[in-house]
């Protein structure tokens, strides 16, 4: 068996490594996995993730079942799994082979081919995740704007063109708008805005633009976007890509009732995981999701990597086991 191994001594793509995996959970032929931000820091060798070694990584995975005591689970079925301590605790989806945690992983959904879920992977889920924590916390279409920051990233592109399928008004924050823009207003922004616009540390309370916010970089940007966000309107933080830091004031929360709601992609509970992968299933444009879609094997991911964290890549990395 092939996977991306990291080890104490570095991380590498070995033969041979299914001796590492326990005998437990539902086994797994992993057909497609994905390159996430969290994917680029453990498999450039980064602090972060990897939180016991040897550890195979990868946070996703998309395969068929092989065998599995658990009867939920039927060999032959599809099934994707994202988070869940893959590739921090548990051995990830860089490999041809796996042991999916039965609670946790769900069925790919109708209207999703394997290859397309893995496509979407913790990205689009996650984002999937934020905007139904914004519709179910009362933002609609008619409550106003709402900002995507890190817009060109994977959890920005598919919220994007998940809000913009449900009628928002969606404004995406980019860093990249000479490269981008265009891309971003295919998928559905009807604005963009500079990241300086944002990146510079502002009043507590600033012109009230957004209803909700889906935010995946932190930061002074976070902090500049809940100073924006209007009355009683919510901002969904889920990502660290400029910064964990959160330089803002309780102002926002006292005079304007914002809601700053947590998104945790990783342990969230097996409904919200159905829930989003339907919200997915229903919202994406599978063309865009197609043209958005970069592909290597398990041999190009580790330089690929390199490009994620070095801001040379933009929208998806689809990886073929
Ligand atoms: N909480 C969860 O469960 C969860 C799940 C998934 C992801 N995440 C986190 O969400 C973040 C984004 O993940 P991703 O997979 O979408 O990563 P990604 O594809 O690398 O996208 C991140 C985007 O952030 C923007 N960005 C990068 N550096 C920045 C900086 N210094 N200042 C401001 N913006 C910057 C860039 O967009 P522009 O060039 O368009 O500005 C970039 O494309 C990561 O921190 C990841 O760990 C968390």
């Known amino acids: ?15 041979g490594c299914e001796e590492l995996l326990a005998d437990e959970g539902v086994l797994v ?26 550890l195979i990584a990868g946070i996703d995975l998309v395969g068929r079942v092989v ?18 301590g893959l590739s921090e605790t548990r051995h990830g989806g860089y490999a041809e082979l796996a042991r999916a945690d039965a609670d946790l992983a769900v069925p790919v959904p109708d209207g999703l081919t394997p290859e397309r879920a893995a496509a979407l992977g913790t990205a689009g889920y996650t984002a999937a995740l934020a905007v139904l924590r914004l519709v ?13 920051t890190g817009a060109t990233g994977g959890v920005g ?38 990241r300086q616009a944002l990146g510079e540390p502002g009043r507590p309370l600033q012109k009230a633009l957004y209803a ?6 932190g930061g002074q940007v976070l902090a500049n976007a809940i100073a924006q966000t209007q009355p009683h309107g919510v901002v969904t933080a889920c990502g660290l890509a400029a910064s964990p830091d959160l330089p803002a004031t309780v102002m926002p929360f006292i005079l304007r009732g914002v809601t700053l709601a947590g998104i945790d992609s990783v342990w969230a509970g097996v409904e919200d995981r159905a829930d989003a992968w339907r919200v ?20 190009g991911v580790i330089a690929a990597g390199e490009e994620l964290l070095a801001g040379k890549r933009h929208g998806r990395t689809l990886v073929e086991i």
Do not use: C, H
């Not at 919220?159 to 207003?185: C, H, K, N, Q, S």
């Open 1 to 15: 068996m092939r996977g991306i191994v990291v080890r104490d001594s570095g991380v590498a793509l070995e033969d």
């Open 29 to 54: 032929e992993v057909v497609y996995s994905d390159l996430n931000y969290k994917d680029a820091l453990a498999v450039t060798g980064r602090p972060g993730v990897v939180r016991q070694k040897p």
């Open 67 to 84: 065998e599995s005591a658990d009867e939920r689970w039927t060999p032959g079925q599809w099934l994707v799994l994202n988070g869940a």
């Open 136 to 148: 179910m916390d009362g933002v609609s279409p008619d409550s106003g704007p709402v900002l995507v």
């Open 157 to 194: 592109s598919v919220a994007v063109m998940l809000l913009a399928a449900a009628g928002f008004d969606v404004a995406a924050l980019t860093g990249r708008e000479d490269r981008f823009g265009d891309y971003l207003r295919d998928l559905g922004a009807s604005s963009i805005v500079g």
């Open 212 to 217: 909700g916010v889906v935010d995946s970089v």
């Open 280 to 299: 997915l299933a229903r919202g994406v444009d599978l063309d865009q999701l197609d043209q958005m879609t970069d592909r290597v094997g398990l041999d």
